[in-house]
């Protein structure tokens, strides 16, 4: 089966602890994605990598990092320097399209998220 | 002004209504129009995408794009239980590159009741 796993589905983490999120796909896609969900805010973009060995910060980066040394894998880590780590966690990733003009829009796949808790 | 705003609800409704879901945004660069649906606990999955003005129609849902105001809908006819779930709106002003990450609404979580 085709798409994108994400692990753990729950995951607990202790005040001032680094946790790493797995995200793994094997749609052959070369842009990954991590957003964070909380109630009443939408998804908003941590990071993303349009391709291996590269990555850029998207609009809420602060506490976060993370690394893409394989295409099919793209692991989130929560630092502790993140204030309000507590949320839903989903990671995507889509094909890219070269050109400029370009009616096509190349679909975002989600995970199932992982849910984050500090205790 | 955020730069897309969608009402949140909860929008409850009786098995059999048409289901109007709206969001506004205020980047005229946006091009890509798409909705979601997110099951509880689930990840988004893509619903609609519409490029540039117009509508799309796909089974019972129909997608519209008005540019000139700035406005999509979501219409859902025959609404089923099933359709129970919360649905996001996305857009960006490319369809690849970083001007094509997406920029969602919060969401609005509809309830069809048997």
């Known amino acids: 089966d085709g798409g994108i796993t994400q692990s753990p589905k729950y995951l607990f983490r202790k005040e001032g602890q680094n946790v790493t999120l797995s995200c793994e796909q094997n749609?052959?896609?070369?842009?990954m994605y991590w957003y964070r969900q909380d109630p009443g805010q939408g998804l908003r973009l941590i990071y993303y990598?349009?391709?291996?060995?590269?990555?850029q910060k998207g609009d809420i980066a602060e506490g976060y990092s993370v690394s893409r040394e394989k295409k099919e894998s793209f692991p989130l880590t929560v630092t502790s320097a993140q204030k309000n780590p507590t949320a839903f966690y989903l990671c995507?990733?889509?094909?890219?399209?070269?050109?400029?003009?370009?009616?096509?829009?190349?679909?975002?796949?989600f995970g199932p998220g992982t849910r984050l808790t500090v205790l | 002004q955020k730069e897309v705003e969608q009402d949140p609800g909860p929008l409850s409704v009786p098995e059999g209504a048409i289901v109007s879901l709206n969001c506004t945004y205020s980047?005229?660069?946006?091009?890509?129009f798409m909705w979601y649906r997110q099951y509880s606990r689930k990840g988004p999955e893509l619903l609609m995408y519409?490029?540039?003005?117009g509508n799309k129609e796909d089974g019972r849902f129909t997608a519209q794009v008005d540019k000139s105001s700035k406005y999509i809908s979501l219409f859902i006819r025959d609404s089923q239980p099933s359709d129970s779930a919360t649905y996001l709106c996305?857009?960006?002003?490319?369809?690849?590159?970083?001007?094509?990450?997406?920029?969602f609404g919060k969401g609005t979580k509809l309830s069809v009741k048997p």
């Open positions: 519409t490029y540039s003005s």
């Open positions: 990598s349009q391709i291996v060995n590269d990555f």
């Open positions: 980047n005229s660069a946006f091009q890509y």
């Open positions: 996305a857009m960006s002003a490319m369809g690849w590159g970083s001007q094509g990450n997406l920029i």
């Open positions: 995507a990733s889509s094909a890219t399209t070269s050109g400029m003009f370009s009616s096509s829009y190349n679909e975002q796949f």
């Open positions: 749609l052959n896609h070369d842009a």
